[in-house]
């Protein structure tokens, strides 16, 4: 079974700096989809952006873009520019490509609560 | 589009009590997903459903049930409850073909149960 980590339960930035939320997974298929969700305090999930693991280009969406190394299994989030709408909890996700065994399930992480500091 | 819609928003059961969670979608999604989210905790799968009249267990289905009778709706029934599912519940839903792959989220129900 997949299994996905977040190592850093709280992480603080300052107004308009830089963060980078880590995330690493477990799993022995070749082939997969990485998410990065965002819950605010209102409790929506909401996407923030997706990575395909056959791509080897990182994605990028706006202010948002990933580290994906797929050798180390490896996931980040950087946050440039962090505005105070930010803040929330971030969670990783981890789908598997095969249909008719995971039903296109997600596999989250525990989540980083993110604070964004005027 | 209403997206996915879930009721009630909250809710407080006495231990023993059943109730049913309900979810719904406008998109025309095939594939739709029961999450519990525990406090402090990610999202886990509970049921899921690839279409009308199919479902089956994730990683947490004791003490619920599920039917799936329309593409649109996907109800989560309770029975027995118990403090134990003091949670955050979530319904999702994606449509198979498309190529993003995401999942659309509902605003969540808070059930508390003492």
């Known amino acids: 079974a997949q299994t996905v980590t977040q190592s850093q339960p709280e992480m603080s930035v300052q107004e308009a700096e830089t963060v980078t939320l880590s995330c690493t997974y477990d799993t022995s298929e070749s082939d997969y989809y990485l998410f990065w969700y965002k819950q605010p305090p209102s409790r929506q999930m909401i996407l923030v952006i997706r990575q395909e693991a056959y791509k080897q280009q990182n994605a990028t969406e706006n202010r948002f873009s990933v580290n994906f190394q797929k050798a180390a299994k490896s996931f980040s989030l950087k946050i440039s520019d962090s505005q105070l709408g930010d803040a929330a909890m971030y969670f990783c996700a981890y789908r598997s490509p095969r249909e008719e065994t995971s039903g296109s399930r997600l596999t989250f992480g525990e989540g980083t609560q993110l604070t964004v500091n005027p | 589009n209403a997206g996915v819609t879930q009721t009630p928003k909250f809710r407080i059961l006495k231990i023993g009590q059943s109730m049913t969670l309900q979810c719904a979608q406008d998109?025309?999604?095939?594939?739709m997903y029961w999450y519990r989210q525990d406090p402090g905790m990610g999202l886990k799968l509970i049921y899921y459903s690839v279409g009308a009249g199919i479902t089956d267990k994730g990683e947490v289905p004791n003490g619920y049930n599920v039917s799936r009778s329309t593409t649109e709706d996907f109800p989560l029934r309770l029975e027995l409850a118990a403090p134990s599912q003091t949670s955050v519940y979530f319904c999702?839903?994606?449509?198979?073909?498309?190529?993003?792959?995401?999942?659309?989220f509902g605003p969540g129900t808070r059930l508390t149960v003492t």
């Open positions: 998109m025309n999604h095939n594939y």
């Open positions: 999702a839903s994606s449509y198979l073909a498309a190529i993003s792959y995401e999942q659309y």
